[in-house]
């Protein structure tokens, strides 16, 4: 079982950008077939698929949040960071941190918490 914890602020205003890390724990992060995927579910609506790093570093975005969220990874660290830049209120959501050994950008089999970010003047 791998335990995911992601990290960053609860409260953002509107235009700034959204840092958050999920931190993956032993040595998994660069472990063939793994993605980091970052998931969020925003009030009212099911779960939105927000992007991936693979395990090669490759990168994955979903085109309808308009490229405003670049994904990397700190391979020291152990972590995957989630950028969204220009947040709006539309995206206070809770953010998830996901991850699967399968191979695939669209599976997840393992989950952090979720942080609640609330964009907000």
């Known amino acids: 079982q791998v335990e995911l914890q992601e990290s960053g602020p609860g409260l953002v205003k509107p235009s700034q950008t959204l840092s958050l890390t999920c931190t993956v724990p032993?040595?998994?992060?660069?472990?063939?077939?793994?993605?980091w995927t970052w998931i969020r579910q925003c009030p009212g609506k099911s779960l939105e698929w927000i992007g991936s790093?693979?395990?090669?570093?490759?990168?994955y975005d979903n085109p309808t949040l308009e490229s405003r969220t670049p994904i990397s990874r700190d391979k020291t660290n152990n972590q995957s960071s989630l950028q969204l830049k220009s947040v709006r209120p539309e995206d206070t959501c809770v953010y998830y941190c996901?991850?699967?050994?399968?191979?695939?950008?669209?599976?997840?089999?393992?989950w952090g918490k979720g942080t609640l970010v609330t964009v907000s003047s």
């Open positions: 996901t991850g699967t050994n399968g191979g695939s950008k669209y599976e997840v089999d393992y």
């Open positions: 032993g040595g998994s992060i660069t472990t063939n077939y793994y993605y």
């Open positions: 790093i693979s395990y090669r570093g490759n990168t």
